[in-house]
């Protein structure tokens, strides 16, 4: 368990004030937070690169604070690789573990078990800079993996590559997280990764940690309005995953929402990619969100192609000038967004009985 | 004009007298030394200064850079008055490091001209090079040193060679400081632009030709290296 005890640290642009933290054994914390929020240098900070002004940090019982960094058992990713040039991919994975002056056999042994995981073993010849973003990312992954760390640091890992890339690294990451069973603190500005990653999530702005959480937790009930802002989605659901008639189908506390085999988002991809991504989540603990202007309130059940339709109650109305948020309870809570003229044609009021449709498409799961 | 001056067999002729082989020696011993005296002070220097903030950094970059304007002759005159007569200078020829008018003044004076210009090829070389990738060699079992000399030193490699040839090519080829501090003695402290100039004051045409033939030699190999190892480097 790592253990951060009222932590500061000024280095004049970037600060840390007063971060206590717990990350649990095995636990995938994110941190999200704008940028100059001091997300890596509370990285750096648990990493040994600098020595804390002020506070503790323990991990698995033991007093870190003063140790160099090559015995804290803490590996680091960056978001820009930082493999070494110079070095075969080969060679920068067995970086560390020649370090520690183990035997020729096991680093081939363990890079090659690391390389198969990571499916890089064939570009163990090649040298960094010929390597694509998601190859170099997956190197450096390894490489600190292969460490065995006590806890891994990821800083905005993924954040630099397409789309498509993005998504099976993060993939991997969930594998790897499961296979070693490692700690892991991860820094993104995504909030997908966030959802499909997170065990805890924590707040950073300004320096400090404005809040600790479940996923949900942060982004149904934040605390401050930065939060809200910052992360600013609506209608999240959590849900298992199955497949139907060339569709997707996910199960939210007994409600059947249904997408596209692909999911919706960002529509890309050939027909080899979709059924790879609906197979991959059959049968899993899915998100689906969907945009609040993309939802059909009525008062009647409507007659069209859309897939969604459920029927509920008016929560709660919201009167923000132009728009009109209406949140409606169908088994779960769906936020919706009506023009200020159709809201009043409606005449809709908390409690009415009201039919929701949205299409298929406008589910994206993640 | 000096290439086409005078034919091969001359230069040939020149090249296997006595006193221009003392010359291409002497020049070939001191250059190595003095840049090898150059890299072992300019790479510590230069990578504290861009890794570290210490107080009195911007006056070190000052004095460092200082004596890129100097006139080497005027750097010759103050090493020849501090070897010669301060009290560190005398105390070091009673110990037998006699610096004035011997090849080791040679040595020191093109060391003296060379180093800031290697310290500068050094640091933005350095400066290139983002500490994060010393940053995950510390936390991949590294010690400082360590994460210094597996990752930081290879991968300025480039600079290190720039900055050597560029250094040996330079200390070749310095005259001023090298004439004030080991005079022009034949036989003795003749370098090969010492030679030059000595064999161009008595009117020994061949002989001068055949040694600015050498000197353009290196100086064009070693730019044409320097190119090519650090083509976009800043300095």
Known sequence: ?366 | MVLTRSPPETLLASLSSKEIQFAIVLSLKTSVASTILCLLVAVPAAYALARYDFPGKSVANTLLDMPLALPPLVAGVGLLLFFGTSLPGRELADAGLVFVFTPLGIVAAQFFVNVPFMVRVMRSTFEGISPRYEYVAKTLGCTEGQALWRVTLPMASNGLVAGSVITWSKAIGEFGAVLMMAGATRMRTETLPTSLFLNMSCGKLDEAISVATILILISVISLYVFERRVGGLRL
């Open chain 1, 1 to 366: 368990m790592l253990r951060m005890e009222k932590v500061s640290k000024n280095l004049g642009d970037f600060v840390l004030r007063d971060v206590s933290l717990e990350v649990g054994d095995g636990e995938y914390l994110v941190i999200i937070g704008p940028t100059g929020s001091g997300k890596t240098i509370l990285m750096e900070t648990v990493a040994g690169i600098y020595n804390p002004d002020e506070g503790r940090i323990f991990l698995d019982g033991r007093d870190i604070t003063g140790e160099a960094p090559r015995n804290r058992k803490v590996c680091m990713v960056y978001q820009d690789y930082m493999l070494f040039p110079h070095l075969s991919v080969e060679e920068n994975i067995a970086f560390g573990l020649k370090s520690r002056r183990v035997s020729v056999g096991e680093v081939e042994e363990k890079v090659a078990e690391v390389s198969n995981l990571l499916g890089i073993s064939h570009l163990h010849p090649r040298r960094p800079g010929t390597l694509s973003g998601g190859e170099k990312q997956r190197v450096a992954i390894a490489r600190a993996i292969v460490m065995e760390p006590s806890v891994m640091l990821l800083d905005e890992p993924l954040s630099a590559l397409d789309g498509l890339t993005r998504e099976r690294l993060r993939r991997e990451l969930k594998r790897i997280h499961q296979v070693y069973g490692t700690t892991i603190i991860h820094v993104t500005h995504n909030f997908e990764e966030v959802f499909s990653l997170a065990d805890k999530v924590a707040v950073m702005n300004k320096g400090e940690i404005v809040q600790v959480g479940t996923p949900e937790e942060i982004f149904r009930r934040p605390k401050c309005e930065m939060i809200a802002s910052f992360v600013g989605v609506e209608n999240i659901f959590r849900g298992v995953a199955s497949k139907s008639r060339g569709m997707t189908e996910i199960v939210v506390d007994g409600l059947k929402i249904v997408a596209t085999a692909e999911g919706g988002g960002d529509g890309e991809g050939n027909d080899g990619e979709r059924s790879d991504k609906l197979n991959g989540w059959e049968g899993r603990e899915v998100f689906a969100s969907v945009r609040p202007e993309e939802i059909l309130i009525s008062k009647v059940p409507l007659k069209s192609s859309a897939r969604n339709s459920f029927s509920g109650r008016v929560d709660e109305i919201a009167n923000g000038g132009m728009m009109v948020k209406v949140w409606v309870d169908v088994g779960i809570s769906f936020m919706t967004m009506l023009t200020r003229l159709g809201y009043e044609e409606m005449d809709l009021k908390v409690g009415d009985p009201v039919y929701l449709t949205f299409k298929a498409t406008a589910v994206h799961v993640f």
